[in-house]
């Protein structure tokens, strides 16, 4: 009897819960307010007036819903004294933050024989392939730094970073955009890896077997960062 078999699962993934963001107006008064509790002068005021921004980093870096999928089909079946598996699957996910994806595929194979009433012979194999998009903490810095007045692009289409703006440089260190990273940085993972056995399995007497087999797994890493 051969049989084929095909399955499919689609899922969306949303974000729990996210963090309540300060806005634009609760953000100056926060700061205005911590340098006049510590008996300094407020920082922004009419001479020195904020950006007229007002970027919520969190809803930037973080999508509302991301698709989640698998698909697999399967063959398998036997004639005589020959069984055989043959499946192949595709697994995705893309991932609540920009650039964190995940993809595997996998191709697996089953196949024994029985030789002889006493013997029977046979071998699994497996083949996967992997590719994972890597954030390093995208999130953390977001509420430490992440200021509301400070925009995702410039007017003229660049991308906006904090150490260009004399307003925002000195309270941030680096060189910081979570958002431009997310497009412009490449951190990707690729993995392979084959498993694989043969065995022999003997039937020494009724209710009593033997069976010896002998495995190989080969793996292979790639980091990819630019």
């Known amino acids: 009897k051969n049989d084929l078999s095909v399955n499919s699962y689609y899922g969306i993934q949303t974000p729990e819960r996210l963090v309540e963001m300060l806005g634009r107006d609760e953000f100056i008064k926060f700061v205005n307010d911590a340098y006049t509790y510590s008996k300094g002068a407020p920082v ?18 973080v999508n509302k819903s991301a698709a989640i999928q698998e698909h697999s089909i399967t063959f398998d079946g036997g004639k005589d004294r020959t069984t055989y598996m043959l499946s192949g699957s595709v697994f995705s996910q893309d991932g609540l ?26 071998t699994h194999l497996q083949f996967s392939n992997s590719q994972q998009d890597t954030r390093d903490n995208p999130t953390g810095n977001v509420y430490r730094i992440g200021r509301p007045t400070m925009q995702v692009k410039n007017a003229d289409g660049s991308w906006y ?28 993972t690729v993995r392979g890896r084959i ?7 003997f039937t020494l007497a009724k209710g009593l077997k033997f069976k010896t087999n002998f495995g190989v797994e080969i793996s292979n890493s790639k980091r990819y960062q630019y």
């Open 44 to 61: 922004y005021s009419a001479t020195n007036v904020a950006p007229a921004y007002y970027t919520n980093w969190q809803k930037e870096i």
């Open 97 to 122: 933050l920009p650039a964190s994806g995940f993809e595997k595929y996998t191709l697996r194979t089953n196949l024994s024989h029985e030789f002889r009433k006493w013997l029977t012979v046979g």
């Open 195 to 201: 498993l694989g056995d043969v065995f022999a399995e």
């Open 161 to 188: 970073y904090s150490y260009l703006d004399k307003q925002h440089d000195s309270y941030i260190e680096g060189k910081w955009n979570p958002v431009a990273d997310a497009n412009e940085v490449t951190d990707q």
